[in-house]
């Protein structure tokens, strides 16, 4: 039997990422990480998400050690520069995807299991260094020389803009989810127009329907 573990947000690049892995694994277990994010209600998402896919799902607390972030600290403004680079958005979490590949390379090799998949992208990657190809190729090495065991890490959404992520949701016939079930606006606002954008006054939600519409004008949804 074929498993893969996913790393599950309750966001539409993760979600796209769980139906691309329902359609190549035999059985799938999800984690999501709490780590006082202001939008902590994609958690919620993906658990229905889940529920509704008879998926296991479980979620990592990772209070105190996460920072530094106005998608942590509701104070900080989400469209700005990040503080101590600025050439990065405020709304980059300095060592997210690295702590989350590195526990969830524990959580994968502790229930048998070799093939991660993350919702990373660099093509619309909002200029976060930790959603490179670079990136997960490095920690790929490194969690397999500290495992002593060949772990995989599958991003398919890698080399693609939002528009044909909208696309796949499509293919992976998971539209109707994506766009009513998931939350992608950093305020977490609950909002949504008929498209399931919240307010767009965040970049998250603004790459969204941004990506949305150029589909709609590309005829593929």
Not at 83 to 92: A, D, G, R
Not at 130 to 149: N, Q, Y
Not at 161 to 182: F, G, S
Not at 202 to 217: I, V
Request: aromatic share 10%; net charge positive; proline share 3%.
């Amino acid at each position: 039997m074929k498993k893969a573990l996913i790393l599950l947000s309750g966001g539409q690049d993760s979600t796209t990422c769980l139906f691309w892995a329902k359609s190549k694994f035999d059985k799938l277990i999800a984690v999501g990480f709490d780590y006082n994010q202001r939008h902590i209600i994609e958690l919620e998402c993906a658990k229905k998400i889940c529920d509704n896919e008879k998926i296991q799902f479980e979620i990592i607390k990772l209070n105190k050690i996460l920072s530094n972030s106005a998608l942590i600290d509701k104070n900080k403004d989400l469209n700005t520069n990040h503080p101590s680079n600025k050439n990065l958005p405020n709304s980059f979490v300095p060592g997210r995807n690295l702590i989350f590949l590195s526990i969830a390379s524990t959580y994968a090799v502790n229930n048998n299991i070799n093939d991660i998949v993350i919702g990373v992208c660099e093509a619309d990657y909002s200029g976060y260094p930790d959603c490179r190809k670079k990136f997960v190729d490095s920690i790929k090495d490194s969690i397999s020389l500290a495992h002593d065991k060949n772990i995989k890490i599958h991003t398919p959404l890698m080399h693609l803009n939002k528009a044909k992520i909208w696309k796949l949701a499509k293919e992976l016939r998971c539209l109707d989810i994506i766009i009513n079930y998931t939350m992608t606006d950093y305020n977490g606002s609950k909002n949504k127009n008929e498209w399931g954008f919240g307010k767009l006054d965040n970049p998250a939600t603004l790459l969204r329907s941004k990506g949305y519409f150029e589909e709609k004008k590309n005829k593929w949804l």
